[in-house]
């Protein structure tokens, strides 16, 4: 079958296409511009045809992706801003959400063959932020970063306004596909990853243009830029993209997952945990905090892993080898 990827070169969906190539899928993926394809089609080019890239300029106009849905089997949608530096919280919600309807307006209208369509929350959508910690299901709602965007606007924090855009994209997503599902020729599956780390194939010039998660950990692990304090209590959970781009291809293989939001979390860090393995793997690498204890950390977001092993059963990268392959990749690049 053909699958259609939104947003082809970025970091998880370029993994995304990747794996659903090595699973034998066709895949179509869309672009913001044409200049971003080259790179995608140098990369894929030995599966000839079964690959191709198209140009939506503007994915929140509605009929934006009327084409592009046209004769695939299968849909996975992962546009969507993610970063901390919005002024207006609109820059992220209008894209996230009117991404989000827009492509399942064409779907609805132009997806004749379409079964299926993932697409691709966060667990921003699900956590709320705690000093206490808490084990979170899919059950969970991110009320509060929506809150405090209505509450503060523009002055609300960078994730806040981040986290209510997925969450409001997500609520969105759902309300469409209750209100249509009995007249579709698909159904729907949310996927909400935590923290995404692992190496990058995507087109980066320069570290500091990295997607959010991976600056952050070419930041904190590579560079050193966190305190002591900091690399000891800050954290949350994380997935391996390579484990994320396979939860996409079987999220499309599973009938089971119909009509599911599914969190895909391979567990809890710290920061000072990446830290102590790469400074293990190499010595120019900062040690970071020395008396940091593992079995001592508080980890105030968790995650239920119960529904993905039932769904899905993916056996998760350990944080031993995400940390290993993404200093292969920063290595290759020279960045380290
Ligand atoms: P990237 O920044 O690498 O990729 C984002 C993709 O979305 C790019 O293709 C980008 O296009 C596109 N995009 C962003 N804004 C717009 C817009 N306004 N209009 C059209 N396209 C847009 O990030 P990730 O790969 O990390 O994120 C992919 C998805 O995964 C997002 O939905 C994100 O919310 C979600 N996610 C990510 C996590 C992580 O830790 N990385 C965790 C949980 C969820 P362009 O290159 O042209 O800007």
Redesign the pocket.
């Known amino acids: 079958g053909k699958v259609l990827v939104?947003?082809?070169?970025?970091?998880?969906?370029v993994w995304v296409v990747k794996t659903l190539l090595e699973h034998g899928f066709s895949v179509r993926g869309t672009?913001?511009?044409a200049s971003?394809a080259a790179h995608l089609r140098e990369l894929f080019k030995s599966y000839g045809d079964k690959f191709e890239v198209v140009v939506?300029e503007?994915?929140?106009k509605d009929g934006a992706f009327d084409e592009a849905v046209k004769d695939v089997d299968a849909i996975e949608h992962?546009?969507?801003?993610?970063?901390f530096k919005a002024v207006e919280p609109d820059e992220l919600i209008?894209?996230?959400v009117h991404?989000t309807t827009s492509i399942l307006k064409s779907a609805q209208k132009y997806g004749t063959s379409v079964k299926r369509v993932v697409i691709?929350?966060?667990?921003?959508a699900v956590l709320t932020p705690s000093t206490e910690p808490r084990v979170f299901s899919e059950a969970d709602w991110n009320e509060a970063s929506i809150q405090e965007v209505k509450e503060k606007g523009r002055d609300a924090a960078g994730p806040a306004k981040?986290r209510a855009s997925?969450t409001l994209a997500e609520r969105a997503a759902w309300e469409f596909y209750d209100k249509n599902k009995g007249s579709l020729s698909w159904d729907l599956v949310v996927l909400?990853?935590?923290?995404?780390?692992g190496p990058t194939i995507?087109e980066v010039d320069v570290p500091e243009n990295l997607?959010?998660?991976?600056r952050d950990w070419y930041l904190n692990v590579v560079k050193g830029e966190l305190d002591n304090d900091s690399l000891a209590n800050i954290g949350s959970s994380y997935v391996d993209?390579r484990d994320l781009a396979l939860a996409h291809t079987l999220a499309l293989q599973k009938p089971d997952a119909a009509g599911e939001r599914i969190i895909i979390s391979a567990g809890p860090w710290k920061w000072q945990d990446f830290v102590s393995v790469a400074h293990r793997l190499d010595s120019r690498i900062p040690a970071g905090n020395t008396s940091y204890d593992p079995s001592k950390a508080v980890h105030l977001v968790q995650y239920s892993p119960e529904k993905e092993r039932r769904l899905l059963g993916i056996k998760f990268r350990s944080l031993e080898e995400t940390t290993k392959d993404t200093l292969e990749d920063f290595k290759a690049r020279g960045w380290l």
Do not use: L
């Open positions: 939104t947003g082809a070169n970025g970091y998880i969906a672009v913001r511009a971003k939506v503007d994915i929140t992962t546009a969507s801003p993610f970063h209008v894209p996230a991404g691709t929350s966060s667990c921003a981040y997925k909400n990853p935590p923290f995404v780390f995507h997607n959010q998660s991976a993209v």
